[in-house]
C-alpha cells in the first residue's frame, strides 16, 4: 500500500515492541492544535509517544500513537492504536491485572 496521494486511514493497531527508552509520564492536559484542534494530549509517554483524547469519525477515541518531526511539527505516525470507548473501558478495568502480570514478570 504506497502511493502518493492515498488518503492515509486510521489504524486500529500497529507493531508492538519499544526500541526506544521510556520517559516518565509528563501530564500535559492541552489542545494539539499542531496535529488536530480536536485532539487534547493526555500525557507523553517518550519523546515520541503520546496518549490523547480526540474526536474521529463522531467518535471519542483514545488514542496512543508514535509522531515524527516534519517542517518542524510533530505529526502523528501510522504506528499507534485508537481504542474506542468500549475498548478503553475494558483496558481501564483491567489494569490491575496487567500491573500484576508486569510485576510478576520483571
Known sequence: MSGK???REEP???SE????????PKKSFKKDSDDDPDSIVVCEISKNRRVSV????GRIV???REYY?????QMPGRKGIS??????NVLRDHIEEIDKA????S
Do not use: C
Not at 481504542?83 to 478503553?88: F, N
Not at 508486569?102 to 514478570?105: C, G, L, S, T
Open 54 to 57: 480526540r474526536n474521529w469519525q
Open 62 to 64: 483514545v488514542d496512543i
Open 69 to 73: 518531526l516534519k517542517d518542524g511539527k
Open 12 to 14: 486500529d493497531f500497529a
Open 17 to 24: 515492541g519499544d526500541s526506544e527508552g521510556h520517559a516518565p
Open 83 to 88: 481504542l474506542t470507548m468500549d475498548q478503553w
Open 5 to 7: 496521494g492515498k488518503k
Open 102 to 105: 508486569v510485576n510478576e514478570n
